[in-house]
């Protein structure tokens, strides 16, 4: 091979430099995100990535997978074979086993606010079923009876005894399976996603330019896909636990699906919706509900002492953040007001 002179040199060096910045602008034109839809838990769950069509649907499956394990309803459950055990020490997976102590733990953080022992109560209401209504005092106050969460006990050999309670994880599993789908991209190497599951969102990195995810958070008077206010997220799951996400009327009454333990009634304090922004999903799914309980003054002062990021709107469109929400958040709609407490 010949010897190059200088001059050649760097025209080559020059021209290879130019075929990979072509390379990247088309690369960067080439960089589409890919979108899939399934409805699981309940609910639609969508994936947003940059990579393949399968490996969106790998992470939709790890979903489904989840919720056949997770689901109360699903005959084939764990959950569904546990809370047909009459109390007994019964065996789970270890995964469920882990899940189950996790929740117990977040659940005695909020004083059973969050109660993941409510299933009777739960039941009664039917919200969302063919039996949906509001209960006879007596049927209610024997259901209450039974939603005493100490009774979990976790046993040896990932035996779990649910005591006299049937367990409901309806509040939790959409922000646990969050964080399986960030296992799950790890996985895969897909660096840039954003997953939805109802009104569990994780946004994943930032896009390919750069900028961070922007997601919207519900406007709890309109349809789903209309939104309040705007936050920016990177690496980092947001939930909303909002009245109207399920409920019925029964007159002019609206009951809907997040109870208060200590009543057994539908947490009427004057809030329409609760968000919390964290880097674990189960934190944000369990802390959104269980603060959406306590309601405004209560929730807003166990937010602020630990920790936690968290939006709460109440009827009149009245907004109230805590500190940790930071900058990142937006008002798009301008019948809402940021309010100090
Ligand atoms: P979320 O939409 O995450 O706020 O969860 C609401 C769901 O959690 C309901 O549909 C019930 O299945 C369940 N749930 C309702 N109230 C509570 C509560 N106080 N603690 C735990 N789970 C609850
Ligand atoms: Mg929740």
């Not at 790998?58 to 989840?66: C, L, S």
């Not at 079923?129 to 009774?151: I, M, R």
């Not at 209309?226 to 690496?235: K, M, N, R, V």
């Amino acid at each position: 091979m010949k010897n190059l002179t200088k001059k050649e040199t760097i025209h080559i060096i020059f021209l290879a430099a130019a075929f990979i910045c072509a390379a990247l602008l088309l690369g960067g034109c080439a960089a589409k995100a890919v979108t899939e839809e399934a409805s699981v838990m309940n609910t639609i769950m969508r994936v947003s990535l940059y990579g393949t069509e399968d490996q969106a649907l790998d992470v939709i499956d790890v979903v489904k997978e989840a919720d056949d394990k997770f689901s109360k309803t699903a005959a084939a459950s764990e959950i569904f074979a546990l809370n047909h055990s009459m109390g007994t020490q019964h065996a789970v997976s270890e995964e469920t086993y882990n899940l189950i102590e996790n929740i117990v733990e977040i659940a005695d953080k909020t004083h059973g606010a969050y109660n993941p022992a409510l299933g009777t109560v739960i039941d009664l209401w039917g919200i969302g079923t063919e039996h949906q209504g509001v209960p006879g005092e007596t049927s209610l106050s024997s259901a209450l009876n039974k939603t005493d969460y100490k009774q979990i006990v976790l046993g040896e050999n990932n035996t779990v005894s649910l005591g006299n309670t049937l367990i409901d994880l309806g509040g939790a599993v959409k922000g646990y399976a969050l964080d399986l789908t960030r296992s799950e991209l790890n996985a895969l190497g897909v660096d840039s996603a954003v997953v939805s599951i109802g009104g569990s969102i994780y946004a994943r990195g930032t896009k390919p330019d750069g900028a961070k995810y922007k997601v919207g958070i519900r406007d709890p008077y309109r349809e789903s896909q209309d939104y309040f206010a705007t936050i920016e997220l990177e690496d980092a799951c947001v939930s909303t636990s909002g009245t109207y996400e399920r409920g019925f009327y029964a007159g002019d009454d609206y009951y809907h699906h997040i109870f208060d333990p200590k009543t057994g009634y539908p947490a009427d304090n004057g809030l329409v919706s609760v968000t919390v922004i964290d880097p674990n999903g189960l934190n944000t799914d369990i802390y959104s509900t269980a603060l959406f309980v306590m309601g405004l003054n209560e929730g807003f002062e166990f937010a602020e002492q630990n920790g936690i990021a968290a939006v709460f709107v109440t009827y009149d469109k009245k907004v109230y953040l805590t500190k940790d929400v930071g900058y990142a958040f937006t008002i798009t709609d301008d019948e809402y007001e940021i309010q100090d407490l």
